[in-house]
């Protein structure tokens, strides 16, 4: 629909908007969260395979993303996200008038997209370290976390000789490089928030055609998918891989090849896999929160009790089910006893009430267990 409005207002087709941009943002931000959240789910299960990945998680997850935005970016012009919605990178400085991404495009983008959130995510876990968290930063350094703080050594202790001095004073050069680094890094980290906040309102306003600071270092834009583009993708077919080398009879080169192929295409299904399990997340979020699923948690309604059988001392049940037992007519004002047998209100109401037993079946019987019949006729 934005580009169709775009067609029609005369304004650029081929630039993405604003939403499409932090579409792609967002998505790549929420996959680590969600691949965290399983790894720790399955490392509960299975500890002893999974809890040393959990703990490098970021580093076992970047190398993951180093291979998959690797093969989009060679492959098809851009990362997994920007690929997933339609949209590459070409370079703004053409080189012999082709603006595909060159060697040193894809290792620039790679740098941004997965050492950099790497390096951003590490800086900002060891300010928490040396903050003392979030309680100290707001109420002072007396309500930092245990074992956050450490006092700076003492003059006479640095003054020390020996490899214990040596110690004392590498210990009081990292004391100050803490310092000096937990009094930069929120003005670093407020400019590096700031950059991409501006250039996304220069964006928005088509001030400019690049939509981070980083692409504009790059020298690279971000540009809706044309129709030549994805009759280029029909026509390069999925599972074709620039690894593969040409066929020579060689098994080594075959089982190259084979597991080239088998890497490609397991990187081009993803595409497909990410919408393929949202849709699945989805439907099971509808599922647990629907009718038929607490229908089919639910126990099963325990059968009926055994009707009890007539006593041989009690009275005998009439051959026609519409008589009363006690008093031999036809039923008025039916009214259950708590064996099951009807009978009349105010006989079997008496009967109880006198003998406190079921006449026929004489078992124990109170005069609040009698239940009242009635019939739509």
Not at 93 to 107: A, E, M, N, P, Y
Request: net charge positive; charged share 20%; hydrophobic share 40%.
């Amino acid at each position: 629909m934005e580009f169709m409005s775009d067609m029609l207002s005369g304004a650029d087709s081929g630039k993405p908007s604003l939403f499409e941009i932090v579409a792609q943002h967002k998505m790549s931000d929420l996959i680590e969260p969600a691949l965290r959240h399983v790894t720790s789910v399955y490392a509960h299960r299975y500890p002893r395979y999974l809890v040393r990945i959990l703990n490098w998680h970021e580093e076992v997850y970047a190398a993951i993303m180093l291979l998959v935005e690797r093969h989009y970016l060679r492959a098809y012009g851009g990362s997994f996200a920007e690929h997933f919605y339609g949209t590459k990178r070409v370079r703004t400085r053409k080189i012999r008038g082709d603006s595909s991404l060159t060697r040193g495009d894809v290792w620039g983008s790679l740098a941004l997209l997965v050492g950099l959130p790497l390096v951003k995510s590490r800086l900002d876990q060891y300010y928490e370290k040396i903050s003392g968290g979030a309680a100290a930063r707001l109420l002072g350094s007396s309500f930092a976390q245990v074992g956050q703080s450490q006092d700076p050594p003492s003059e006479s202790a640095s003054s020390g000789s020996g490899l214990y001095g040596v110690r004392r004073r590498f210990l009081a050069l990292r004391l100050s490089v803490e310092r000096l680094f937990k009094l930069c890094y929120p003005h670093v980290n407020f400019v590096y928030h700031a950059a991409t906040a501006l250039y996304y309102a220069a964006y928005m306003f088509d001030r400019t055609d690049y939509n981070s600071p980083w692409l504009h270092i790059l020298g690279l834009q971000v540009r809706r998918l044309s129709a030549a583009d994805y009759r280029a993708m029909d026509e390069r077919g999925s599972g074709t891989s620039d690894l593969a080398a040409p066929a020579n009879g060689s098994p080594i080169r075959f089982a190259r090849n084979m597991v080239a192929y088998l890497l490609s295409g397991g990187l081009d299904f993803l595409k497909v896999l990410l919408p393929l399990s949202i849709f699945f997340y989805r439907f099971l979020e509808w599922w647990h929160r629907s009718d038929f699923h607490k229908k089919i948690q639910m126990a099963p309604p325990p059968p009926p009790p055994m009707p009890l059988k007539p006593h041989p001392d009690g009275l005998a049940v009439p051959l026609d089910q519409a008589l009363c037992p006690i008093c031999n007519e036809t039923r008025t004002n039916p009214a259950a006893a708590p064996s099951g047998y009807v009978y009349c209100y105010p006989c079997i109401f008496n009967h109880i009430s006198e003998k406190h037993t079921c006449p026929i079946t004489l078992a124990a019987a109170h005069v609040s267990g009698i239940r009242k019949l009635y019939s739509d006729s």
